[in-house]
């Protein structure tokens, strides 16, 4: 007999066609089969080989976009680095400007001056300007540091500036530190890569 619905020959006893998976009605007339409808004859194939066109004006379905790489070791030295050393400046640079009033007024502070032949002026300004450059470079590294770490490339601009600042300290631990994390985050490949990636929307049609 014919299949009622595609139109295909199918076994008389089959209970489903094998081609759109239909299924059949137990109740047939004696002897009679269904004709094919000419207007739904398919291409004969079973329904597990048939492959759905996608709809007009998409190529692919809807897809969840793959997942980025994980970060990398220079990622997280940047971040503790950097944060350890920036809040050291940091709290450096305050203390200084917050005892500056109280170091001015010491008679031994200005007995000490003046022995190095420098007025409480000049002292005062020099001081004044090495707490705001250690405020600063704290500033710096903390931003560079959390930037690194959200993977925006101002975070890596900042934190190269910080490990460059740090390079000029002339302390040797501080040098060797800055130049790891400058060889982590300009040459390390997978670290160049994360930096190189745009973001993907969270979905996307393709």
Excluded at 52 to 71: D, I, R, V
Aim: net charge neutral; charged share 15%; glycine share 8%.
């Amino acid at each position: 007999m014919f299949c009622p619905f595609c139109g295909n020959e199918i076994d008389d006893k089959a209970a489903f066609c094998p081609y759109c998976g239909s299924k059949i009605s137990s109740v047939q007339p004696a002897g009679k089969s269904a004709a094919p409808p000419p207007e739904t004859k398919m291409s004969g194939e079973p329904v597990s080989s048939i492959s759905p066109e996608p709809a007009e004006g998409f190529s692919q379905p809807l897809q969840m976009p793959a997942q980025t790489g994980e970060k990398t070791w220079a990622i997280y030295y940047t971040l503790i680095v950097l944060f350890l050393l920036g809040a050291i400046a940091l709290l450096s640079g305050l203390l200084i400007l917050s005892a500056l009033d109280a170091m001015l007024n010491d008679p031994q502070f200005q007995t000490t001056t003046q022995q190095l032949g420098s007025s409480p002026e000049e002292v005062e300004r020099f001081l004044r300007i090495v707490s705001y450059v250690l405020v600063l470079v704290g500033v710096v590294s903390i931003a560079g540091g959390i930037g690194t770490m959200m993977l925006k490339q101002w975070g890596r601009i900042l934190a190269t500036i910080a490990y460059v600042l740090f390079v000029l300290s002339r302390n040797p631990l501080i040098i060797i530190l800055a130049i790891v994390g400058l060889y982590g985050l300009w040459f390390h490949a997978q670290t160049k890569a994360l930096f190189s990636k745009e973001p993907n929307p969270q979905w996307e049609i393709k």
